[in-house]
């Protein structure tokens, strides 16, 4: 028996995701490469490493809609989505992280040591970047399968990876911080809901034998 | 608004009150069509032969006082700028200043000075020669730009006002108005931007009031119609559009400095040796050349210590950065 709408899910709603995953990246490639016309502007470089930290910080928010979508509209194919979301984020931040190493500072690594030890925000991000890498690697069935329970108490170190890329993206940069406060206010949304979410089950829980001797 | 003539401008020469108006008429006209034009006889030629594209200025080159490096393109000066009163993002004072009207143009002359007053930019403009310079841009985001402005020196313009023997600083403000300046409707900095530098430093050959680049009329974006070009400092300390420039005891608490005194000073020079707190300054990433990935040494000064290190003598520079 199939649940319903798993054929919709998984034979149209996940490849058109997977699509619109890889989009940003097509652009930037096409971009970087000159064709299409697609223009990165004056200074390419620092567009591509943008791009790719803010492609990556918005696939982690995304990821994160995914569980408050699935209680919202009780329809549970949506965690179909999930892991490929979370990989794409994992995907975007490791691109930016390489991109920085290998192009920006062209490999220099007085320089890349010394960003990492010397700048806030770097170190976050770089923080968040080390506490991503465990929940890539157990991305598979199998991973979850084995770690069971442990599985989830391990990938809700997504919530602060998130928060890291956030006070990543605050403190980079020079004076508008608008942009970035919108990610804070996102992410705030989103760990609220969890949190009320989880209050609400913790005091049916109380209540429920009660609820059941009356 | 007073509107005083300075000492130097003959009475024959000011522009008649109808002169004015018919002009006032053709320019807006011309910012309808996205023209601009610095000059009357420029207003004449670009009238003669209206194609649709920045009005070329008369000046002549000074090679003494500019690189020979390879200059960036046209696109590339016109499409990425740091010019907040229009938006923060790179292509954002391109897109948004395009109906920012730069006629009519008053600059206030304030302060320690014998003269002083509110002049019309033509005012301001008329006595001096315009003449080209090829300097390099060093932006404090660590990249830069070879640039060929057309202007005039700073000093030229401040001898004509006598500042008095108070004056130690010029403090120069750039115009507020957040109906045509859509990033001063949020407060991202304390508007209007001031800068300012010592009367000496404004004072020296290198400083240059720009009306041009590429031997056209400053595109808005960059500051039109009349912006500072300081090429020893950090690009924020060139402030675009001004409308007032004053004479002042006190040295100006200049808005980046107010905003982040940790991270920027009032005296901004370029400085390999003095990293921003969030980034290296020791190499700059020269936009358009090498390859992608390329990187030059950043000099000091910009490049430029023969002629103005001697400003500097016995000032702490790590600490005055
Ligand atoms: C959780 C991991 C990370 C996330 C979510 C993230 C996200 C971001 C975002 C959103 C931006 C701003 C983009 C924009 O302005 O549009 C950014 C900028 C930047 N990030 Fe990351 N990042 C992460 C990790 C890293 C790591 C590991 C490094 C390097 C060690 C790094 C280096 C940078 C640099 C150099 C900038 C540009 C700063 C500038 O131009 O001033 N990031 N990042």
């Known amino acids: 028996m199939t649940a319903p709408g798993e054929g919709l899910a998984r034979f149209v709603l996940k490849p058109l995701v997977l699509a619109g995953c890889l989009a940003p990246f097509a652009w930037l490639a096409a971009g ?144 508008d911080v608008r942009e970035p406060l919108l990610y804070v206010g996102a992410l705030a949304l989103l760990l609220g809901w969890r949190w009320w979410k989880h209050r609400d089950r913790l005091s049916h829980a109380a209540r429920a034998p009660f609820e059941r001797a009356a | ?71 960036n393109s046209w696109e590339e000066v016109t499409t990425y700028n740091n010019f907040y009163e229009f938006g923060t993002g790179k292509a954002d004072p391109a897109d948004n200043s395009r109906g920012f009207r730069t006629r009519p143009w008053n600059v206030a002359i304030e302060g320690e000075a014998e003269v002083t007053g509110s002049f019309t930019l033509e005012d301001i403009l008329r006595p001096h020669p315009l003449e080209e310079r090829i300097y390099r841009l060093r932006c404090v985001e660590a990249w830069s730009m070879v640039i060929p402005w057309i202007g005039f020196p700073l000093g030229d313009l401040i001898k004509r006002f006598k500042p008095t023997s108070r004056a130690r600083y010029v403090e120069f403000t ?29 004072m020296h050959p290198l400083a240059l009031l720009a009306v041009g680049l590429y031997g056209k009329v400053l595109p808005n974006q960059n500051g039109a119609p009349l912006r500072l070009v300081v090429p020893w400092k950090y690009g924020f300390k060139s402030i675009k559009s001004i409308v007032r420039i004053r004479f002042t005891a006190d040295r100006p608490r200049t808005s980046w400095e107010k905003a982040l005194p940790r991270e920027y000073g009032f005296y901004a020079n370029v400085n390999p040796g003095v990293d921003h707190p969030r980034w290296s300054q020791k190499r700059e990433r020269r936009i358009g050349s090498g390859a992608f990935w390329d990187r030059q040494p950043t000099q000091m000064f910009n490049g430029y210590a023969d002629q103005v290190a001697s400003l500097y003598g016995g000032l702490d520079l790590a600490r005055n950065f």
Request: with cysteine; hydrophobic share 45%; glycine share 8%.
């Open chain 1, 32 to 175: 970087a490469a000159g064709l299409g016309g697609v223009s990165l502007g004056a200074n390419p470089v620092e567009e591509i490493l943008h791009s790719l930290g803010r492609w990556g910080l918005n696939f982690l928010l995304i990821t994160l809609c995914i569980t408050p979508l699935r209680q919202l509209t009780g329809w549970v194919q949506w965690m179909r989505l999930r892991r490929m979301l979370g990989l794409t984020a994992f995907f975007y931040i490791l691109g930016h992280f390489l991109f920085y190493v290998l192009v920006d500072q062209a490999g220099d690594l007085g320089v890349i040591v010394e960003d990492v030890l010397k700048r806030p925000y770097i170190t976050l991000g770089f923080t968040g970047l080390l506490l991503l890498l465990p929940l890539a690697l157990t991305s598979t069935k199998g991973a979850m399968r084995r770690l069971g329970r442990r599985w989830q108490r391990l990938h809700r170190l997504v919530y602060v990876v998130a928060a890291l890329g956030c006070i990543h993206f605050y403190w980079q940069v020079k004076a």
């Open chain 2, 174 to 202: 750039t115009l507020l108005d957040p109906q045509q300046m859509p990033g001063q409707r949020y407060p991202v900095l304390d508007w209007p931007y001031v800068e300012g530098l010592r009367l000496d430093e404004a």
């Open chain 2, 1 to 71: 608004m007073i509107i005083r003539q300075s000492q130097d401008v003959r009475p024959s020469e000011i522009t008649s009150e109808g002169v004015y108006r018919s002009r006032r008429a053709f320019l807006a006209w011309i910012a309808g069509t996205g023209l601009m034009a610095a000059a009357p006889d420029v207003l004449a030629r670009a009238l003669a032969s209206a194609p649709p594209a920045p009005s070329p200025l008369r000046y002549t080159p000074n090679p003494r006082l500019s690189t020979t490096e390879r200059q």
